[in-house]
């Protein structure tokens, strides 16, 4: 049986990781990735430079736009109006003009001291503040800016995505993915997804975020309609992945820590095949007052048990017929979700 579930892993590996396959090699601490029109926008933090590739060609190849930039840039890239913004390591967001040749970056005064990630709603620029826990905004039309926070007391956000009135962000150094209504007087974050390794960037298709782990080397996701949220890994045959893009189905990749940009196709299409295990599962005992085990579970199975209200209590990784402590949780029924298997009902004494 154990062979056959290496098998079936091995075999599972081989065909998500088929999918993916080099861009753009050879970069200098790539880092920042934006969409203008078929046009990918990139940058390289060490090599100081700012490039574009077209996402069309077949064999792509990148073209400089600026080079030589201080502080070592950019953290993060968007363009609004004919008009390249990024943020640099010296805690500015400068910009430039894309038609102007060899252009010269200026400074945008926007009045925050710590400026970290970008994402543009409309007019208004919502800005990461990893230092200071902090979102903030301004209207980018402005001549003069001045900005309002949003909400604070996030742990180290970084890059944020939206999908409908809801900001979704990732807060790097608690693991955890947060939302907030941006239509809120006061908005105060909501934590969605836990457990995370350093989750850096997020991109939506349909329901689906994407999240990029830097420090696990993996790409997940969650379906942000489907409760109770759980976190599926996507690939696991990336190197410090940091910013994300979606072009059509294809899913465009920084890897940091290989120099490069890859691209995982038809993302979207690409059915997820996990390990099924055709035994019922069993909770025993059931009800239970302190410790659970489960039987006929997967090795090395991710455990998530949730209240009936979609709270996360537990977030585990377990093997079959091991203890899990359920002494802490309240009274009451729990479902037990095993990532790739069915799920099992559990009452708490």
Not at 83 to 109: C, H, W
Not at 294 to 318: A, D, F, Y
Request: aromatic share 10%; charged share 20%.
């Amino acid at each position: 049986m154990k062979s056959l579930f290496t098998f079936l892993f091995l075999l599972i590996t081989i065909i998500a990781n088929a999918q993916l396959s080099d861009v753009i090699t050879g970069l200098n601490g790539p880092k920042g990735l934006f969409l203008d029109g078929t046009k990918l926008y990139f940058g390289e933090i060490i090599g100081d430079r700012i490039s574009k590739f077209e996402t069309s060609d077949n064999a792509p190849m990148a073209t400089e736009i600026v080079a030589g930039l201080e502080f070592s840039a950019p953290n993060d890239i968007l363009i609004h109006d004919g008009q390249l913004y990024y943020v640099d390591a010296g805690n500015k967001i400068m910009r430039f003009y894309l038609a102007v040749p060899s252009p010269t970056p200026v400074e945008v005064n926007t009045g925050i001291d710590d400026p970290f990630c970008m994402l543009l709603i409309g007019e208004e620029l919502y800005i990461s503040s990893a230092t200071s826990g902090k979102i903030s905004k301004i209207i980018i039309t402005d001549l003069i800016h001045f900005p309002v926070e949003v909400v604070s007391g996030l742990d180290s956000p970084t890059r944020m995505a939206i999908r409908g009135n809801d900001l979704y962000i990732a807060e790097y150094s608690s693991g955890e993915i947060s939302k907030i209504d941006i239509t809120a007087p006061n908005p105060f974050p909501t934590v969605v997804a836990f457990g995370l390794t350093t989750p850096y960037d997020l991109a939506f298709s349909g329901d689906d975020l994407y999240i990029s782990e830097f420090d696990a080397n993996r790409i997940s996701k969650i379906n942000v309609e489907q409760l109770p949220i759980t976190v599926e890994e996507v690939t696991s045959a990336v190197t410090k992945p940091n910013n994300l893009m979606f072009v059509d189905n294809d899913l465009y990749i920084s890897e940091y820590g290989e120099n490069k940009i890859s691209v995982y196709r038809d993302m979207v299409n690409d059915a997820l095949i996990v390990p099924k295990n055709n035994n019922k599962l069993k909770v025993h005992p059931n009800p239970s007052s302190d410790y659970i085990s489960i039987q006929h579970c997967v090795p090395n199975s991710r455990l998530m048990i949730t209240g009936i209200e979609g709270r996360i209590w537990k977030n585990v990784i377990i093997n079959e017929n091991e203890w899990i402590d359920v002494k802490d949780l309240p009274v009451g029924t729990y479902s037990l979700v095993l990532e790739g298997q069915a799920n099992v009902l559990f009452i708490k004494h």
